[in-house]
């Protein structure tokens, strides 16, 4: 039984007087459609689907019994009207059920997520990492969306970081991260005080009101200038200290090492902010190595 029963099939007979063979079909009761002799000994004709394998049974020889003597020969031509489409939709049946497999795991798999890359800078990936992690976006897991701000701004409350963006490609969520090119400081506050002792060399105060003047000798913990300055009203503005001075320290000890570099460098690791070395003394004395540097430092406030 033929499936598909629908339009007409397309043959040509051949033999001598082919117009007689069309009578024993005629005989079977087959519709005929379109009959044109296209050769001396050729007829082309149309008949509907289902009759195709009567026609085959009455005309043997070109179908299983080829040992059958017959003066007739018939073979299939064409599929015509709605069967030819019918024809070209089973052959390429496989074909579209693949495509729509696809289709169909492409839309299952869209809203998962295989993979996160960092571009821009990677320094904060793994702070990138955990913020994605703690919104629930992790790769070969469903993509949480509605989380991008909040993780966009635990990225950006990091100090270096000035702009942040994710994008979600395909199954690839890409996060876009650049740094500040200007590093942000803190801005201290309140009073400025001496760290190291000595004499004060030289001050620049652009904002505040300074309380040492140069030439003075200061300890460690002075203050040196006021976050408060006094309008001509008799009042008094606070503000943020923009300052900087210069302090000349001396530092002496005895170490009990055997060379004079030796004592030099100990003594010299016991110093912070070196600005420059003013002068030096070494002298060995019964314990040691007596050394005596005058130094300068430069503190500051608010100034890089």
């Not at 994008?167 to 500040?180: I, W, Y």
Request: hydrophobic share 40%; glycine share 8%.
């Amino acid at each position: 039984m033929t499936l598909f029963p629908i339009g007409k099939e397309e043959f040509v007979l051949e033999g001598q007087m082919p117009e007689r063979a069309l009578l024993r079909l005629r005989r079977a009761h087959i519709s005929l459609f379109c009959i044109k002799k296209i050769e001396k000994n050729q007829i082309l004709f149309r008949v509907n689907r289902k009759d195709s394998e009567k026609v085959f049974a009455i005309f043997r020889s070109v179908c299983y019994n080829s040992g059958v003597c017959s003066a007739y020969t018939i073979k299939s031509h064409s599929v015509v009207g709605v069967g030819k489409y019918v024809e070209q939709l089973k052959r390429r049946v496989g074909l579209l059920l693949g495509g729509l497999l696809c289709i169909f795991l492409w839309g299952v798999s869209q809203p998962l997520l295989f993979s996160i890359e960092f571009v821009g800078t990677d320094i904060y990936a793994r702070e990138g990492v955990i913020a994605l992690e703690e919104a629930g976006i992790r790769p070969f897991a469903p993509y949480q969306s509605g989380k991008e701000d909040w993780v966009i701004a635990q990225l950006l409350a990091i100090p270096d970081v000035e702009y942040v963006s994710l994008q979600k490609v395909g199954h690839r969520l890409v996060v876009e991260t650049r740094l500040s090119p200007f590093p942000k400081r803190e801005i201290a506050t309140g009073k400025m005080y001496a760290k190291h002792s000595g004499k004060l060399v030289a001050m620049t105060v652009l904002r505040g009101t300074p309380l040492v003047n140069v030439g003075e000798e200061m300890q460690a913990g002075d203050c040196l200038v006021d976050d408060a300055f006094q309008t001509e009203e008799g009042g008094h503005v606070r503000v943020e200290i923009i300052a900087r001075v210069r302090i000349a320290c001396t530092h002496e000890g005895i170490y009990p090492v055997e060379t004079a570099e030796e004592a030099f460098a100990h003594a010299y690791l016991q110093l912070e902010d070196v600005e420059r070395i003013i002068a030096k003394d070494i002298e060995k004395t019964a314990g040691g190595y007596r050394v005596k540097i005058a130094y300068e430092v430069i503190e500051t406030m608010n100034l890089y």
